[in-house]
């Protein structure tokens, strides 16, 4: 087995989305190519509702899927297809926009005022840019939720992990997409697929993710796990990005640890983003505004 060694640790970073939404941008409108297929994660944890509350008013999508998993609160949602609901903690909405969609998205918070979750962007590849726009909407109770015999959790949201298989399917990127608490102290091994990018959120707690690419040495009286190579902690609000290897292995410190932990085939295609639409080239984004402009942008059923 070859551990990932962490290739960056960086803090999330303050800004302004939707009508004036305060969150963390962990990463995301700037190169894809540690993250790819992933282009965007934002982490909307907020305990002020002034601070949220004016949300995310109608807007436009093309070419991505946005995952929105929800801790506390709940995002009330509607559509240009007539779709409209509402997403509470512990619930995840999976939306392919395909070849376009106008929503909103509205968070309200909980009778504490907390409105909590992440919201990640995944690519879609130039096959399915201009595929119908769908969405899988999956309740907290259908979220399989796997226990170790050290008491690790993981929340299987897409993927298999453990032998149990997330709701979430049919997705272009094959992602696995895991909400994971490891145990005051104890050390976890969680394999992770050579061909995936891979990364970890932390947003609870802290420890240290393993550094290393090669097997650890057999610790001793005078060598421990902690000795064999230069691991790097993340705490609230850190982002982890690896390198390649088949497991990820993380070393939980005194109140334990809890991050997503988020895997997916890259797609290796050319990007051309703005804002909320992402193409394969300058002439097909250029196109998707010029439709918008035009009010034909919901009609288009291929990339010219």
Partial sequence: MSIRPVHKLIKSKPTLEGAGVHLRRAFGFGSTTDTDPFLLLDDFRNDIPADYLAGFPWHPHRGIETITYVLAGHVEHSDSIGNHGSIEAG???????????????????DQSGRMHGFQLWANLPSSLKMTAPHYQEVKSPEIPNVTDDDGTQARIVCGSFWGKKGPVDGIAAD?????????????????????????????AGSGKFCNASGPLAVPTESVGWLDTAPPSEADDRSLVLFDSGDEVVVQAGEQGIRFLLVSGKPLKEPVAWYGPIVMNTQEQLRK????LNEGTFLEATKID
């Fill in 288 to 291: 998707a505004f010029e439709q």
């Fill in 91 to 109: 619930d995840v909405q999976w939306m392919t926009a395909g070849r376009g969609i106008i929503h909103q998205e509205m968070p309200k918070g």
């Fill in 175 to 203: 992602p696995i997409y895991l909400d994971v608490t490891v145990p005051p102290g104890k050390r976890k091994r969680l394999p992770v697929d050579t061909s995936r990018h891979a990364f970890a959120y932390v947003f």
